[in-house]
Nanobody, 120 residues
């Protein structure tokens, strides 16, 4: 089982990026995106269920959109109106459990992380 995240990079404030995370080896019911800024703990950003119900960290609502393509076993995070405080390593995570999950320990599989840097 592997999660491969991609799409990070350097962008100016107000810009956009789309992260992708391709899963292989099995099908997952739920995906999540987390991020970890330097010197800070990893935090939940967005999650999506099998039926594409989505939920978000309050500070990214209206700017970020999580989506999934079940046929491709891929989850996406569209990030618009990026701010310098969004700078972090972003990780995708997955679980076969059913429900909504916002804590690290609720996810069983993790991608390697992709760096997003937002300049002011």
């Amino acid at each position: 089982v592997q999660l491969q995240a991609s799409g990070g990079g350097l962008v100016q404030a107000g810009g956009s990026l789309r992260l992708s995370c391709a899963a292989s080896g099995r099908t997952f019911s739920n995906y999540g995106w987390f991020r970890q800024a330097p010197g800070k703990e990893r935090e939940f950003v967005a999650g999506i269920t099998w039926t594409s119900r989505s939920y978000y960290l309050q500070s990214v609502k209206g700017r970020f959109t999580i989506s999934r393509d079940n046929a491709k076993n891929t989850v996406y995070l569209q990030m618009n109106s990026l701010k310098p405080e969004d700078t972090a390593v972003y990780y995708c995570a997955a679980t076969t459990a059913w429900g909504t999950f916002t804590f690290n320990g609720e996810y069983d599989y993790w991608g390697q992380g992709t760096l997003v840097t937002v300049s002011s």
